[in-house]
């Protein structure tokens, strides 16, 4: 089931309006710091000329020292035109010749020609403060006066704004221009999403072949993984068109035999004929069903191999009990059955029914066209393989049929299906393991079904439960 | 009623100059609101009264619920009793003019002045306002003034430089009769006086022939007026046009010269105290002052010369001062506290004493 998510579209908004007011905030906020500091310093350049103006001014004469301050200065300051202007002149010895008597200068600077400038507040009005020194050379009283200017920071602050203001305006528009690129730019990268499914949805329902569209490469496991699933399908469609036509093949052939046996019953008169005929009737409707429980066994199996979901397994108790439900109470012959269990648990990942069922069919198998006096299942451990063999000391199958054993519906006995040997090699081919054959020697012919084994031991249900 | 209301007013007032302690004189005057009493609004001025008197009257036909008081100083005198009420936190002026823009500028400096826009504050021109605080409403140039009586019309003298020509040719005919502002009382002429000074070479020369000629000083531009009507003056230096025109008007027999080598151009300033008790009614007149009818008026009635009109008849100049280029308009901004400077101050008082020998008067 498809469960509605949010829009692609609006979570890639989402994440780039996040990043882009971030953005936008932090260069805000580094565009007015450098505004004021720029805004600062244009402005302290005048603050300071006229300073410099003023302590020109400052003259030495007969042991007085006066100040006239010019016009000019305060032209320069007035060149920031809202701002109000506070100042005053000391002598070498801190009186007060002209200006505002309680501005505060800031910090005394003795002895520089180095402007002094800081922030401070006069009359409640924040102002930025020049503090310059001019050297009196004046016999009687030599030393430093001091001129203080100070301005209130208006200009400065409308400055900053007025910069602050167009660097976000750019910011603003460079994230607008840049927003609306990667807008184009999503819709334009999905657009194969779109050419995929106008594809699929074109298609003929029949048609399992692989997409074949252009697409980017970041979409591509997409399509790939859409074409294997495709694939897969039509694997499946196929097996089991296959399954199917055999099936009825096979069911058919029997199904003839059976309806003229029922025949030739009903226009039998003579008694110990019928008899006879009855029985015929019974045993192939016998072979029959178990024909039909093969068949469907396989296509469990087939199934089975799709779905299941493998688990640990301790093959040795799972073998055990396979072989004590396989073999019937009675037998039409003596024969010798021996489980043959390895010191240790043999453990594999895999899925317990489809693996009984395989080795169901090799006893049923063994015991039907083989052994005639001994079977042996043997569980054992080689290595990192997990091994079950399955002997009997019967005629075994030539070397040369070896191949064909393995298909289903290849069989030379007229009872058969053929179908045991192909449901265990599908098991083992499901589960990544092999099957294969020992030729017939002193101790019999062998089918092996070799598996990878489970080394570490994990948490394993109690041998008990995998019956 | 309204005789009661007058008799509180002024024991109130009286209250307040005690507790401030200054003993300025200024001379007051009421203008009952003619449409019954709803508000007072309580200027203070350094201008003529006969100049404010049809503007105020004018302004109460609009808000005819205002009651005005005018009162009137010399500019110094305002200037020490704005500052020191700006010091004190507490007012009693709800609008201040005067027509010294530096005393004004620097009250403004100070963070005395409440901040006012309006359509009519944006249309002046950017030379008469500063900080949106200060604000000029009218254009004056400094002139020169004759007594047609006592100088025949080949003696009126059209530049500086012709001036002192004169004193030096006639010294019998004009010695002692020429009057100007005593700077160290008139805050007014101290500013003509330094805008003389700033950039000019020749006030130097004007001053010293000013000294030689036996310089008259004067108070206010009203006396020496009226000196010239009488006959004691014959030749005034600097003196504000709109004062000259409006004594004309009224039959004194004198000749207005525009000076032809440059012309300072005064803007009489108006501002309103932070501590004003009626701000709103201080906008209003603000407005008014600034408006097209106040400005007519003030044309008309009050100081005769504006920033767009022609001269008055009675001046002799030319008839479009301001696209002349003579003018030396003094701009209101943060200059003017240059002119302020009391270092500067005491400096330029002192040369103006050496050279007029004017010593100063007990103020």
């Given amino acids: 089931m498809i469960r509605p998510g949010r829009s692609l579209y609006s979570r890639i908004i989402l994440v780039i309006a996040i990043v882009f007011g971030a953005g936008s905030l932090a260069l805000g906020t580094a565009a007015w710091f450098y505004a004021r500091l720029a805004a600062d310093d244009a402005y302290d350049r005048l603050l300071v000329g006229a300073a410099l103006q003023i302590a020109e001014s400052i003259y030495a004469q007969e042991g007085t020292i006066s100040v006239d301050p010019p016009v000019s200065a305060f032209e320069t300051l007035s060149l920031s035109t809202n701002d109000r202007i506070f100042y005053k002149v000391l002598d070498p010895h801190g009186a007060v010749l002209t200006g505002y008597d309680d501005l505060a200068a800031a910090a005394a600077n003795t002895g520089s020609h180095e402007p002094l400038i800081s922030d401070s507040e006069y009359r409640g009005f924040p102002v930025r403060v020049a503090v310059v020194g001019r050297l009196v050379s004046d016999p009687v009283a030599p030393g430093w006066a001091h001129v203080v200017v100070a301005q209130t920071r208006e200009a400065r ?40 499914e106008r594809e699929l949805r074109s298609r003929d329902p029949k048609d399992l072949t692989p997409l074949d569209v252009e697409i980017p490469r970041e979409i591509q ?39 003229s046996q029922v025949d030739l019953l009903t226009e039998e008169t003579r008694p110990e004929r019928k008899e006879q005929q009855l029985i015929r009737v019974r045993e192939r409707t016998a072979e029959l069903g178990r024909l039909t429980n093969q068949l469907l066994s396989h296509a469990m199996i087939i199934h089975r191999a799709e779905v299941a ?98 298909e289903p519906f290849h069989t030379q006995s007229a009872t058969g299906s053929g179908l045991g040997l192909a449901i265990a090699g599908d098991v083992v081919r499901a589960h990544g393991g092999e099957l294969c054959f020992r030729e017939r020697s002193e101790e019999g012919f062998a089918v092996i079904l070799r598996f990878k084994r489970l080394n570490e031991a994990p948490q394993l249900p109690t041998a008990g439960e995998a019956s | 009623m309204i005789l009661a209301w007058k008799a509180a007013l002024i024991i109130f007032t009286g209250l307040i100059s005690l507790e401030i302690g200054a003993a300025e004189a200024a001379e007051k005057t009421v203008f009952p609101a003619p449409g019954g009493q709803e508000t007072i609004l309580s200027i203070h001025g350094a201008t003529d009264l006969a100049a ?148 000019t070479t020749t006030f130097g020369r004007l001053l010293e022939a000013f000294g030689r000629a036996g310089l008259v000083a004067g108070c206010c531009t009203t006396d020496l007026v009226s000196d010239l009507a009488s006959g004691r003056l014959a030749i005034g230096y600097n003196l504000i046009g709109s004062y000259a025109v409006g004594a004309v ?89 240059a002119v302020q400077d009391r270092a500067k101050r005491q400096r330029f008082l002192s040369e103006w004493r050496r050279s007029t020998h004017i010593e100063p008067e007990d103020r």
Avoid at chain 1, 221 to 242: H, K, P, W, Y
Avoid at chain 2, 295 to 312: D, H, M, V, Y
Avoid at chain 2, 317 to 324: E, H
Wanted: some cysteine.
């Fill in chain 1, 157 to 196: 602050i409308s400055l900053a704004r007025d910069l602050t203001l167009k660097a976000l305006l750019l910011v603003f528009a460079m994230t607008s221009l840049a927003f609306m690129g990667i807008l184009f730019a999503v819709r334009r990268a999905l657009e194969p999403l779109t050419r995929v």
């Fill in chain 1, 221 to 259: 496991t997409l399509v790939s993984t859409i074409n294997r699933f495709m694939d897969r399908l039509s694997g499946r469609i196929a097996l089991m068109q296959r399954f199917i036509a055999d099936a009825a093949h096979q069911i058919r052939t029997p199904l003839a035999g059976l309806a």
């Fill in chain 1, 309 to 406: 979901e493998f688990e640990a397994i301790d093959l040795t108790a799972l073998a055990r009990q396979t072989l004590i439900n396989a073999v019937p109470l009675s037998l039409d012959r003596d024969v010798d059955i021996a489980f043959n269990d390895p010191p240790e648990p043999v453990l594999m990942r895999g899925d317990a029914v489809s693996l009984r069922e395989a080795l169901s069919n090799l006893i049923h198998n063994a015991l039907k066209h083989g052994a005639t006096t001994r079977l042996e299942v043997r569980v054992l451990a080689e290595g990192d393989a997990a091994v079950i063999e399955v002997v009997d000391d019967g005629p075994g199958i030539p070397v040369s049929e070896w191949q064909r054993v393995r």
């Fill in chain 2, 52 to 199: 404010m008197d049809p503007l105020i009257r004018d302004f109460q036909e609009l808000s005819p619920t205002v009651t005005v008081e005018y009162n009137e100083y010399l500019t110094n005198e305002l200037f020490n009793r704005a500052a020191s009420e700006c010091d004190a936190k507490q007012g009693t002026m709800d609008l201040v003019l005067s027509s010294s823009a530096d005393h004004m500028v620097k009250l403004v400096n100070d963070g005395c002045a409440l901040n006012y826009r309006s359509a009519m504050t944006r249309r002046l021109p950017s030379w008469t306002r500063w900080r949106d605080e200060v604000f000029g409403f009218t254009f004056e140039p400094a002139v020169i003034v004759y007594n047609r009586d006592l100088v025949p019309s080949e003696d009126v003298r059209r530049t500086r430089a012709e001036l002192i020509d004169l004193l030096r040719t006639k010294p019998e005919q004009y010695n002692g009769k020429i009057g100007s502002f005593d700077i160290s009382q008139s805050g007014v002429g101290y500013l003509f006086a330094s805008y003389d000074a700033h950039g």
């Fill in chain 2, 249 to 337: 008007r009224r039959g004194a027999h004198l000749a207005i010269v525009i000076p032809r080598d440059y012309t300072v151009v005064l803007s009489r300033v108006v501002f309103i105290p932070r501590f004003s008790r009626n701000p709103v009614s201080a906008f209003r007149f603000l407005d008014y002052l600034l408006s097209e009818r106040g400005q007519k008026k003030s044309r008309e009635a009050s100081f005769f010369f504006s920033f767009e009109g022609t001269l008055p008849e009675e001046v002799d100049g030319p008839l479009w001062l301001a696209s002349s280029g003579l003018l030396r308009p003094i701009t209101i901004g943060p200059e003017l506290l």
